[in-house]
């Protein structure tokens, strides 16, 4: 089996290819990576990838004769793509034409709307899934609005991009000019209520009209969070692996709404982030169109979401397609850093 793993240079597709090399039983497989960064580290790791190329980004006249190459070159049987911008042109060839290999993606409609995440907190937003939110650009000159909206502080954060872009608690007026001003590569802004919960997350498999998988997890801190004003960094140090299943139904309840307004198959894999208020109750913040970087830390707990799409895209006639949400021994805590591999522990086991 040989297997296209796209955007090698991030996070999320080395968990994903880890997940595979550590903890899936396929013979014989053989990872091929793309990256569009010449020095994008994954590029060079030849104990991961058997081979990998520098493509062109998605969008460039280039990029499709490039991918469909590597596939021809290699046999490919199937990709595993990640970065939203590649996602969002893997997407737009379902809609109008074939893939050149197997791909699990939602549709393109779909895909648009949660890359934004003011538009998906619109269509929510009558739903009570979502904080009470207020959408606004950059050269905003009125704030009258936005602060009969909201009061401060509140959260805002850029309406698109990933790792926290443009995330911020605002505590007054100047503070969000200042921040608006050292922010000039983010053009549109949500804010949103203040969340000063938990930071939650939800993983949902669906295949063919029908959920399959689920399970959910804690970020309780982020690795280099010194480094941004927000403490988010997008990567979790410290998280850990739930067991709520109340969680999972606001999930699918919030992707039921979803499909229903996009008119789309329920089919994909999604993480759903939470955050939730002084009183405890989770607010859906935004829906991810693919897997998160601490990927492979659920494959470590027996949650392989990786193998799982691996099966289903392979269609292994073994695979059981009965809807299970996947639950972890009581207290399982992961712990990630830069360059290390994630280790997965009691958190009775820390040290005090």
């Excluded at 793309?34 to 493509?55: H, R, S, W």
């Excluded at 998280?239 to 299943?245: A, M, Q, V």
């Excluded at 969680?247 to 992707?255: G, P, S, T």
Aim: proline share 5%.
């Amino acid at each position: 089996m040989n297997i296209l793993i796209n955007g090698v240079g991030g996070p999320t597709p080395r968990s994903i290819a880890r997940t595979i090399r550590q903890y899936c039983q396929f013979e014989n497989v053989k990872l091929i990576g793309t990256d569009i960064n010449p020095v994008a580290y994954g590029l060079y790791e030849d104990d991961l990838y058997d081979q990998t190329y520098l493509v062109p980004p998605a969008g460039h006249p280039d990029y499709w004769p490039a991918i469909e190459e590597i596939i021809e070159k290699h046999n490919i049987s199937l990709a595993l793509v990640h970065p939203e911008q590649e996602v969002m042109a893997w997407s737009k060839r379902m809609e109008d034409d074939k893939t050149p290999c197997k791909v699990m993606l939602p549709s393109h409609s779909m895909s648009e709307l949660l890359v934004d995440k003011s538009k998906m907190t619109e269509v929510l937003k009558d739903s009570g899934l979502v904080p009470e939110s207020y959408v606004f650009n950059a050269d905003i000159k009125r704030f009258e609005d936005l602060e009969a909206t909201l009061t401060y502080p509140f959260w805002i954060r850029a309406t698109s991009g990933s790792s926290g872009l443009g995330s911020l608690k605002v505590e007054n007026r100047d503070a969000l000019t200042h921040w608006l001003h050292i922010n000039p590569s983010v053009k549109h802004f949500i804010a949103s209520t203040f969340l000063p919960g938990r930071n939650l997350a939800v993983k949902l498999l669906y295949h063919k009209g029908k959920l399959l998988r689920s399970a959910s997890g804690e970020r309780v801190s982020y690795i280099m969070s010194k480094v941004a004003p927000s403490g988010i960094t997008g990567n979790t140090s410290f998280g850990r692996l739930l067991n709520e299943s109340g969680l999972v139904e606001q999930a699918v309840k919030a992707m039921e709404l979803l499909f229903e307004y996009t008119g789309s198959e329920k089919h994909g894999f999604f993480t759903a982030d939470f955050k939730e208020d002084e009183t405890g109750h989770p607010y859906i913040t935004e829906i991810n169109v693919r897997m998160v970087a601490f990927n492979l830390s659920f494959a470590a707990g027996g949650a392989n979401f990786t193998e799982d799409i691996i099966r289903l895209l392979s269609e292994d006639s073994s695979f059981d397609r009965t809807y299970k949400m996947y639950e972890f021994e009581p207290g399982t805590i992961f712990l990630r850093d830069v360059d290390a591999e994630p280790k997965l522990m009691n958190e009775k086991d820390l040290k005090t």
